[in-house]
């Protein structure tokens, strides 16, 4: 028990150094798996499907955050285009 608590600090820095992508798939693929372990008759199988839905899911989400810094804007046409935010945005 004492070595697995050891192991939570070691997990958290090494996923420190990922990507938002990358945070949220493993974020998203151990939440998945310990619902679906919980949630389901077979624990092994629900976790196995919980961690897959939410590997897929976490990495969309981080995804979605890393593009946080470019601002969508339209040129005199009406195109869209996306670009860095200006300053304080």
Do not use: H, W
């Amino acid at each position: 028990m004492k070595k697995s608590l050891l192991l939570v600090p070691a997990l958290l820095l090494g996923v420190a150094a990922c990507t938002p992508t990358e945070q949220g798939a493993a974020f998203g693929g151990a939440s998945g798996a310990a619902i679906g372990a919980l949630a389901s008759g077979n624990k092994v199988e629900g976790a196995i499907i919980g961690g897959a839905i939410g590997t897929v899911a976490g990495a969309l989400v981080g995804r979605a955050s890393e593009n946080s810094n470019r601002c969508v804007y339209r040129d005199e046409y009406g195109r869209r285009y996306e670009a860095r935010c200006p300053r304080g945005y």
